[in-house]
């Protein structure tokens, strides 16, 4: 009942039809630049990038200007200057990453306070709202996704070398600081793709939780993008109908669905995989016996 007032209602108006779009176009990023940031166990660096963004939002909102042309470029300088921290200052990496994480955050609140009138949209920033993300931002969206899908093509075996065994791609001869500080940029601009569905302070959910799930069932990286890709796609557009009818926000209505599959689907591969070891240790007896 829920799900056929939600798309007859996504028949007759524009909003719920751009934010479809806009979570279809998330998802391609986060399915895509989630993946790495999985296999590669950089979740906390890519969660510091997203919450020093709110210090360029909030100084772009100081000085006038649209909170996401503050995004943009303070998600790359993060992503340089975390991505700097871990390969030259790793003894004190967690310490230093948590500081900038904090002194990005503060930054942004200090630029908030003085800007002036109340800035209503910057909650939606913070924690989402698909439902007012304006048409015009599809072409922002899809332009970085754009972006996004070409650097991933031109530099995919690269980073399979940086993502899996940095020494092997130091030895072939592969420049690794700069294509891991690369892949740290795409995750910067992943962040600012996802900013506008889920907000700065759930959007690591987003970046991780579908690739974690696709992780559970197949090892290639191509493959584990493409169900990431459809998972958060789906989980996106399922959420936004169930939270449409009683009105509820959008944003955290993704992520706990989002963390809802991925706990399920948790606990059904280590069913299965205990089921297999089982299976497997019967046959084995059994063959012993035999013999």
């Not at 798309?7 to 986060?30: D, K, N, P, R, W």
């Not at 296999?39 to 100081?62: D, E, N, P, Q």
């Not at 948590?98 to 920033?125: C, E, N, R, T």
């Not at 998972?231 to 557009?237: D, E, F, H, Q």
Request: proline share 3%.
């Amino acid at each position: 009942m829920i799900m056929d007032s939600f798309f007859s209602a996504l028949l007759q108006y524009a909003f719920l039809q751009t934010a479809v779009a806009s979570a279809l176009l998330a998802s391609i990023g986060c399915g895509v630049m989630g993946t790495y940031v999985v296999v590669k166990r950089i979740a906390f660096l890519a969660g510091g990038i997203a919450h020093s963004v709110l210090g360029g939002m909030g100084a772009a909102v100081y000085f006038g200007f649209d909170p996401l042309q503050g995004a943009l470029p303070a998600a790359v300088a993060a992503a340089l200057l975390i991505g700097w921290v871990r390969l030259h200052w790793r003894a004190q990496e967690d310490t230093l990453i948590s500081a900038l994480w904090a002194i990005g955050m503060a930054i942004g609140v200090l630029f908030l306070a003085k800007a002036p009138g109340y800035q209503a949209d910057l909650m939606s920033y913070l924690f989402g709202n698909i439902l007012l993300v304006p048409r015009q931002s599809l072409w922002f969206m899809a332009a970085l996704d754009l972006l996004l899908l070409s650097i991933v093509a031109a530099y995919h075996r690269q980073f399979l070398a940086v993502v899996f065994d940095e020494e092997f791609a130091r030895l072939r001869g592969i420049p690794v600081n700069f294509h891991y500080l690369l892949l740290l940029v795409l995750v910067a601009v992943t962040v600012v793709l996802l900013i506008q569905v889920v907000g700065l302070i759930l959007v690591l959910a987003l970046l991780t939780l579908p690739a974690a799930v696709a992780g559970h069932y197949v090892h290639s990286l191509g493959r584990m993008m493409l169900i990431a890709t459809l998972l958060g796609a789906a989980v996106s557009i399922v959420a936004l109908a169930l939270s449409y009818g009683p009105d509820l926000p959008a944003g955290p209505a993704i992520i706990l669905l989002a963390g809802a599959v991925y706990v399920v689907s948790a606990i059904f591969r280590q069913v299965l995989d205990r089921w297999r070891t089982r299976a497997a240790a019967r046959h084995g007896f059994q063959g012993t016996f035999r013999e």
